[in-house]
T-cell receptor, first 114, second 112 residues
Framework: DVKVTQSSRYLVKRTGEKVFLECVQD?????MFWYRQDPGLGLRLIYF???????EKGDIPEGYSVSREKKERFSLILESASTNQTSMYLC?????????????FGPGTRLLVL | SQQGEEDPQALSIQEGENATMNCSYK?????LQWYRQNSGRGLVHLIL?????REKHSGRLRVTLDTSKKSSSLLITASRAADTASYFC????????????FGKGTLLTVNP
């Protein structure tokens, strides 16, 4: 079974802090994704990566950056956390292909920015 | 607005009843997927239906796709309390796009 793990289930940070969210997958997937999920807004794509060191902006990249130095690991960075970044963050991975296939999700990180 | 939108937003039924959720989308797709999310957890893939398929089954799940109406439905038969969760449809945008676009979900509550 594919396993996607996220470094923390819950995280509390202060405004202005730099925050790192880590995601690791063990199935050699090429694609990895970061979403945020907010009540009433559903899942929104922040960034995705289709290969090591490759990244593309999603629908809401402002205030975020990402890093993919190794195939299995995809990090989401909040350079200077703000209260409006309080949210549930979900990481996912999938196999490569021109047709989007199944995404496998981690358990999520619930981030609270005070 | 969203590429995929589920309807209804919330559904409450009794154990043993069937639950039907619908998804509408706007543009041509290669495939449509349904995911489930238990409260506070990540999403779990349930079923994928390709644009050239009309119906697909997996256990107690039945998914239909009508590309002429740009809509899909998910039927859960003989529901159980453990089916209580949010259900999302997700669509790609065709072409060589890696992304899935998720709807806002239907919250299903199955009462024992």
């Amino acid at each position: 079974d594919v396993k996607v793990t996220q470094s923390s289930r819950y995280l509390v940070k202060r405004t202005g802090e730099k925050v790192f969210l880590e995601c690791v997958q063990d199935m050699d997937h090429e694609n990895m994704f970061w979403y945020r999920q907010d009540p009433g807004l559903g899942l929104r794509l922040i960034y995705f990566s289709y290969d090591v060191k490759m990244k593309e902006k999603g629908d809401i990249p402002e205030g975020y950056s990402v890093s993919r130095e190794k195939k299995e690991r995809f990090s989401l960075i909040l350079e200077s956390a703000s209260t409006n970044q309080t949210s549930m963050y979900l990481c996912a991975s999938s196999l490569a292909g021109t047709v989007q296939e199944t995404q496998y999700f981690g358990p999520g990180t619930r981030l609270l920015v005070l | 607005s969203q590429q995929g939108e589920e309807d209804p937003q919330a559904l409450s039924i009794q154990e043993g009843e069937n639950a039907t959720m619908n998804c509408s989308y706007k543009t041509s797709i290669n495939n449509l997927q349904w995911y489930r999310q238990n409260s506070g957890r990540g999403l779990v893939h349930l079923i994928l239906i390709r644009s050239n398929e009309r119906e697909k089954h997996s256990g107690r799940l039945r998914v239909t796709l009508d590309t002429s109406k740009k809509s899909s439905s998910l039927l859960i038969t003989a529901s159980r309390a453990a089916d209580t969760a949010s259900y999302f449809c997700a669509t790609d945008l065709g072409g060589s796009n890696y992304k899935l676009t998720f709807g806002k979900g239907t919250l299903l509550t199955v009462n024992p």
